[in-house]
């Protein structure tokens, strides 16, 4: 890639992620050249610029790279001079010819970041890691297809870049094509267009691993499943390993016809479970440990990991994205990672995925909690067996929803907001003297929480 089309992308970028952002991340680096194993080397005038624009821009810049020019398979930022620095010519053969547009690119580049080392196991996702980690060994052939699925942003492309770098190198010798299975689709229709086809199928059947990423995107593309079934049995009849992802499980993925399915269905189905809290600290943890290198005297409170992996519970890209927020903004304004700067920081990310708990859920939670019926806790009676649990439940719903006073009022019978009021103040008052009551709310809490 040259330093002209080097300038044409700049303007491209600009277009898509907006001026501003522009200005700030992407004017200031500075592209080097290209090293052996199709590294594209970026100059930058701080490792601070360099992480942001890998972890923010990366998969965007990789993608328009690699179009350019389809050796590029890597990113690497490094700190230099810029001034004095002149580009690093590209090394021999000098003159790789860039391909032209309407070449039929192989597969997608590779997310470096993506591997074996930087992902992180815990309960609901060590079934997936497991299965991912034998294929990535490239022994024999034990379970084919192997077919990865689950929600958004659950590292289902994550393990399968981490697959295929392990076969790099380990399996030099494999030839390994990862690709989503829109890419499928496009480099099916452009073949069609150009009258390719056989080459298309040349290049699909000569892979000995083949991983498509998103295979529901082929559901009711009539041809393209029909091109992707014959592409499959063509490489299982030559016992080459093929991995799949998809959001669903090959029976819920609608418009998709039965003998796929059935295909699908006929190596190992493993699923990536939604994170719990556990996993979702061990991620920040491990995430925090690399920021730390990058910026060893950025002091972060006890705490803050523990209240976004409780508090940000939607998606791992969602979690992360939190925390190079976080990162960026406190080296930025040259703060310490405090829990008012996180709230500060966060308030927009921490409101949308705040879960929306009602107060009917908090009512049933409170009554199953003290043994009482529903309508007890609702209703008029002021024993104190049916008041206490009564003002524990305003309380929580005080807390975590967030509704009036009068309206708590009158979801609890019809109660004036004064009621309300002084019930959440008993049990402030006696959260603090009664070890019973302030673990009974913990307890609650978790529970509508979790
Ligand atoms: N267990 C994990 N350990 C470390 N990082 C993880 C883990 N799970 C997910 N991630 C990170 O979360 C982000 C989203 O993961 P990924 O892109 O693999 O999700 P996905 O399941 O393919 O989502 P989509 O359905 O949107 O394609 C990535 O940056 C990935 O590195």
């Given at each position: 890639?040259?330093?002209?089309?080097?300038?044409?992308?700049?303007?491209?970028?600009?277009?898509?992620?907006g001026e501003n952002n522009y200005k700030t991340w992407i004017k200031p680096i500075e592209f080097s050249g290209i090293e052996p194993g199709g590294v594209a080397v970026f100059n930058v005038p701080t490792n601070f610029i360099g992480s942001y624009v890998s972890q923010n821009y990366g998969d965007l810049l990789l993608a328009k790279l690699s179009m350019l020019d389809a050796d590029v398979r890597r990113l690497k930022f490094q700190v230099a001079n810029m001034d004095a620095r002149p580009a690093q010519p590209r090394p021999a053969p000098a003159a790789a010819p860039t391909p032209p547009t309407n070449d039929l690119l192989p597969g997608a580049p590779l997310d470096a970041r993506f591997t074996f080392d930087s992902f992180v196991v815990g309960k609901p996702n060590e079934l997936a890691h497991a299965a991912a980690k034998r294929v990535g060994e490239g022994g024999q052939v034990?379970?084919?297809?192997?077919?990865?699925?689950?929600?958004?942003?659950?590292?289902?492309?994550?393990?399968m870049h981490a697959i295929a770098w392990e076969l790099r190198t380990h399996r030099p010798d494999l030839n390994v094509l990862y690709l989503s299975a829109e890419q499928?689709?496009?480099r099916f229709v452009q073949a069609l267009r150009e009258r390719r086809m056989m080459d298309f199928k040349e290049l699909f059947r000569s892979v000995d691993v083949l991983m498509v990423d998103d295979v529901q995107f082929i559901a009711g593309k009539d041809s393209t499943q029909e091109e992707f079934f014959h592409t499959f049995n063509a490489l299982v009849d030559q016992n080459k390993q093929i991995i799949i992802s998809a959001d669903r499980a090959p029976d819920e993925i609608k418009d998709l016809e039965n003998r796929i399915r059935s295909r699908l269905q006929s190596g190992l189905v493993v699923d990536l479970h939604p994170t719990d809290y556990e996993l979702r600290l061990g991620i920040l943890q491990s995430k925090v440990q690399n920021y730390r290198e990058q910026y060893p005297s950025l002091q972060l409170d006890d705490g803050i990991l523990e209240f976004l992996a409780h508090r940000i519970s939607t998606n791992v890209r969602v979690l992360e994205g939190a925390l190079t927020r976080l990162f960026a903004f406190a080296s930025l304004v040259g703060q310490p990672i405090t829990m008012e700067l996180t709230q500060d920081c966060l308030s927009d990310v921490l409101r949308a995925s705040d879960r929306k708990i009602s107060i009917e859920e908090i009512q049933r939670k409170v009554a199953e909690h003290y043994h009482i019926r529903l309508s007890d806790l609702i209703g008029p009676k002021r024993v104190r067996n049916f008041a206490r649990p009564r003002q524990v439940a305003m309380y929580l719903c005080k807390q975590l929803t967030a509704r009036s006073l009068p309206e708590i009022g009158r979801r609890f019978g019809g109660r004036d907001h004064t009621t309300v009021m002084h019930g959440v103040k008993r049990i402030e008052e006696l959260r603090s003297q009664d070890s019973q009551i302030a673990d009974d709310i913990e307890l609650l809490r978790r529970a509508l929480e979790a």
């Open positions: 890639m040259t330093k002209e089309q080097w300038g044409a992308l700049q303007d491209q970028l600009s277009s898509t992620i034990t379970f084919n297809p192997l077919f990865l699925y689950g929600g958004v942003g659950l590292g289902k492309t994550h393990l499928f689709m496009y």
